[in-house]
C-alpha cells in the first residue's frame, strides 16, 4: 500500500493564480481531510469528507474548495491564490473520523 | 467553535526524565483524543489516543490521561530519549471535526 499520497511536493504560485493539490489514498478509508500547517498554529481543517460524495467545511475554508468523486481521491483547489495562503498542506484520511488518521507528506506552497 | 489549548510550547528535559505535555478543551461534545508526533520537515504520525469512555491509556513508555469534567487531558513520556525529541500535538474530536493544539517542541537533552 502507498498510504495516502499528494502532489506536487512544492509549489510556488503568483497572487491570483488557481491550482490543485492532489490527495488520494488506497485504504479504502471513508474519511479524508485537508489541513493547513502554519507557524505557531498548529493543524487547522479546511474541509472534510465522510464518503464520496459528501464534503463539508472546516475551521478555515474561505479560498478553498473540494469535491470527493471517488472514495481514493480528495483534491483541493484554490480557487485565487493569496499570499495569505503560503503554508504547508496536509491530507489525511481514516477508517472513520474515531479513528487513526494517516497523514500524506504534505506540499509547501509559496503564494507571491 | 471549539478550542484546544496546548501547553507548554517548548519543553527541555534530561535523558531519562519525564516530560508531560497538557491539553485542554472547550466542547463537553468532544468524544476522541489523538495525540501525534511530528519530526522536522515531517508528517504528523499518531502515537497515542483516547476515547471519552476511558481515563487513562498507556503503551510502553506513552501515558495519555483524560479528566473530562475538567475538560482537560495530558500526555506523559517516561524514561525519555533522544528520539523522542519532535513537535508533539493534541488534537480532539468534535463532531467529525479534528481541532489542533498549537504543538509542544520537545528536545531530550543526551
Known amino acids: 500500500n502507498a498510504g495516502v499520497t499528494q502532489t506536487p511536493k512544492f509549489q510556488v504560485l503568483k497572487t491570483g493564480q488557481s491550482m490543485t493539490l492532489q490527495c488520494a489514498q488506497d485504504?479504502?478509508?471513508?474519511?479524508m481531510s485537508w489541513y493547513r500547517q502554519d507557524p505557531g498554529m498548529g493543524l487547522r481543517l479546511i474541509h472534510y469528507?465522510?464518503?464520496?460524495?459528501?464534503?463539508d467545511q472546516g475551521e478555515v475554508p474561505n479560498g478553498y474548495n473540494v469535491s470527493r468523486s471517488t472514495t481514493e481521491d480528495f483534491p483541493l483547489r484554490l480557487l485565487s491564490a493569496a499570499p495569505s495562503q503560503t503554508s504547508v498542506y496536509f491530507c489525511?484520511?481514516?477508517?472513520?473520523?474515531?479513528?487513526?488518521?494517516?497523514f500524506g507528506p504534505g506540499t509547501r506552497l509559496t503564494v507571491l | 467553535g471549539e478550542n484546544v489549548e496546548q501547553h507548554p510550547s517548548t519543553l527541555s528535559v534530561q535523558e531519562g526524565d519525564s516530560a508531560v505535555i497538557k491539553c485542554t478543551y472547550s466542547?463537553?461534545?468532544?468524544?476522541?483524543f489523538p495525540w501525534y508526533k511530528q519530526e522536522l520537515g515531517k508528517r504528523p504520525q499518531l502515537i497515542i489516543d483516547?476515547?471519552?469512555?476511558?481515563g487513562e491509556k498507556k503503551d510502553q513508555r506513552i501515558a495519555v490521561t483524560l479528566n473530562k469534567t475538567a475538560k482537560h487531558f495530558s500526555l506523559h513520556i517516561t524514561e525519555t530519549q533522544p528520539e523522542d525529541s519532535a513537535v508533539y500535538f493534541c488534537?480532539?474530536?468534535?463532531?467529525?471535526?479534528?481541532?489542533f493544539g498549537t504543538g509542544t517542541s520537545l528536545t531530550v537533552i543526551p
Open positions: 485504504m479504502n478509508h471513508e474519511y
Open positions: 483516547i476515547r471519552s469512555n476511558v
Open positions: 469528507s465522510v464518503g464520496a460524495g459528501i464534503t
Open positions: 489525511a484520511s481514516g477508517v472513520g473520523s474515531y479513528n487513526e488518521q494517516f
Open positions: 466542547d463537553s461534545a468532544s468524544n476522541y
Open positions: 488534537a480532539d474530536l468534535t463532531g467529525n471535526q479534528f481541532y
